[in-house]
């Protein structure tokens, strides 16, 4: 190992959201001098407007520090919400210790643990830090028991404050004492692992790699191993946290390779980058061996997005296929498929298989997506809009359910296990909610703190997904938190729920749902669709079936002349044979006339 690869650390920071991992980042770069104060700004690796408007951070942003002229320090900064987790597992994978931030006012929360086994699946270097110790509220004392329950009573704990700078100092001292220099060899091939991507027009993709062993510079070529695409090296460089170019990049240091590919499907994240097929070994030729990628995140939930503008459906497979490359966990592909609520079954739903391309009368031409979580979509949706000036509608979000082919065809459920952290004063309200959960089970209680506990449940995927965390959040008074994750499927009961507008079924509408929510989901969504669909000369019916049989009815009144308006006075016979009249048109409307639905109609009922 040479001395310049001796002082190089990998790290990053994780927590639960809103626990002060931002601002940690910005006092790093301003005591390493990274950024000039005069440039400096408040969350300055979080680079998205979205990212900033909301608070959070969304992708992982990776950023060189240089420490006393001496070390190399690798950041890479990371979200804290669970839709996000998959840029949390590959950070993880490029370094070789993780800064666990707690914030002193709440404790220990669920992401901060999902976060952890994380970091200790990869055997990381923990170094436990406590923020936020300068609040009037803060309970140090609490936090640090909490900490030690769980990685030991000997371990040694931080304790800061981002905001003013309080021991930051002491962090970095602990990243250079602690977290060990990266292992690797420079006198063998290149083999650098990607953990992020993005689309440059003129440089093609941009792999974010960290450097095992080898090392690369501009204009050698090089080998995707999984996709075996070949191109030659436009440019190399490190995160400053924008993009530098550099004359090369050594073993154990984490930076980019500008590709030089213009297809977007040949450079992967988890993929191997390589300059040679074989190394020599004992005097023979020996096939260089891949690194271990990233295990494929799984889709939590679906949504139909289809263009307002039929003409930008090229643009949105466009704008899909980009920012998949910046978003892996981001799953569609394009096939045709059934409409409606036929796209919930997918058999290959486990392994985060293809999501199909959708055709509707009503909304047009889309995509049926996958994503981690409400957020994740929100997020995707967002950003398409801005990015790519689309205007989009977004069909209601929902789990996948997976169809057991046999002699009498069953259908499952995915099922999570559920952990919630709150304090012991709200345990009562926790478990009544949960115990509203359809068919979910209770596991385990365990106590993280005199103060504070850790309730574990496993319940259907689609009792939480929508709604759950806030409720949590209310009967917490804000102090819950929740993280999930897919364990399998289990046999449900499940109905097709119809939607019929004046006796003609529209499929768009149609979902599959659990049988004991189906007349409660059918009377919402009738409700919905009368507030909603306008008024014609003739009375609409709304209804809900399953099956053959109706389980919810709304019906929209005609709008109505008023034909005798211009009458004063005179024989009342006369204003009968006008009302009479009326009455026979409008039942001739409503036996020949068409209910037109626009697509503001469906934007609005299907509008989350």
Known sequence: MSDYQKNIRNFCIISHIDHGKSTLADRLLELTGTIEKRKMREQFLDMMDLEREKGITIK???????????????????????????????????????????DASQGIQAQTLANLYLAQEQNLVIIPVINKIDLANARIEEAEKEIKNILGQGIEILKISAKNGENIERVLEAIIEKIPAPQGSSIVPLRALIFDSKYDSYKGVIAYVRVVDGQIKKGEKILMMASEAESEVVEVGIFNPALKATDILKTGEIGYIATGLKEIEKCRVGDTITNSKFKIQNSKFIEIEPLLGYEEPKPMIFAGFYPIEGDDFDLLKDGLDKLKLNDSS????????????ERQFNNQSLKGAGFKLESSEALGRGFQCGFLGLLHLEIISQRLKREYDLNLVITNPSVSYRRIQGENSKMEEPWV??????PNQYLGQVMKLASGLLNGQYKDTQYLSPEKVLATYEAPLGEIIIDFYDRLK????????????????????????????????VEAFSKIIPKQKAEQEGRALVKRLKEVIPPHQFSIPIQAAIGGKIIARETIRSLRKDVIAGLYGGDYTRKRKLLEKQKKGKKRLKQFGEVSLSQEVFLKALRR
């Open 474 to 505: 209310g009967a917490t008074t804000g102090y819950g938190s929740m993280a999930y994750e897919l364990i399998d499927y289990r046999p449900a009961d499940l109905v097709k729920l119809d939607i019929l507008i004046a006796g003609e079924k």
């Open 330 to 341: 981001l799953t569609f592909t394009p096939h045709l498929s059934k409409i409606g609520a």
């Open 60 to 102: 992982l942003q990776p950023v060189r520090l240089e420490y006393k002229k001496t070390f190399i320090l690798n950041l890479i900064d990371t979200p804290g919400h669970v839709d996000f987790s998959y840029e949390v597992s590959r950070s993880l994978a490029a370094v070789e210790g993780a800064i666990l931030l707690v």
């Open 417 to 422: 296990k559920l952990e919630i952290i709150t």
